[in-house]
């Protein structure tokens, strides 16, 4: 179940920054079998193809990070997920990056491009919201890139 984050206790830690629900990197080619499969549900509960909200720590991994959207791309057996992370900053030309557009995930309405050379294991319990599905063609898009970087199924 995807755990509220109440914003008026701003000195509460942000759902997946620290402990056993803690959002982590992993190396893509480390998690060994990895089957993608669309399968959004808005129920509440993180599922591959929908965006969520976590804390993602920073590719310096010195226990900085930040609240941001993410595409959860797989369930692994354990119940944790593994994820992408999106980002607003341009990155045309860039081959770790796919190109999805716009949508509800950002209020500005900013384009928005996913992160496939960086994989994160994610707790159900470290999401802080549930944002919306991507549709299944930037799904695939996404998958698509991901087996070819990675070799996943």
């Not at 990895?34 to 310096?60: H, L, N, S």
């Not at 057996?77 to 999106?86: D, E, K, N, S, W």
């Not at 384009?111 to 944002?131: I, K, T, Y």
Request: aromatic letters at 6%; hydrophobic letters at 40%; one cysteine or more.
């Amino acid at each position: 179940m995807t755990t509220s984050f109440n914003a008026a206790d701003e000195h509460a830690p942000l759902p997946g920054s620290q402990g056993p629900t803690a959002t982590v990197e992993v190396p893509p080619r480390a998690v060994g079998a990895v089957a993608m499969t669309y399968a959004p549900d808005p129920d509440g509960d993180p599922d591959p193809g929908e965006i969520v909200w976590t804390w993602v720590p920073f590719e310096e991994n010195d226990g900085r990070g930040k609240d941001r959207p993410v595409l959860v791309v797989a369930r692994e057996a354990a119940g944790t997920l593994l994820t992408v992370q999106l980002s607003s900053k341009r990155h045309n030309e860039d081959r770790d990056w796919v190109a999805i557009g716009a949508g509800p995930w950002d209020r500005a309405g900013r384009d928005s491009w996913v992160a496939v050379d960086r994989v994160l294991r994610v707790h159900p319990d470290g999401m802080r919201r549930e944002a919306c599905a991507l549709d299944r063609g930037r799904f695939n898009l996404v998958a698509n890139r991901l087996r070819e970087l990675h070799g996943w199924r």
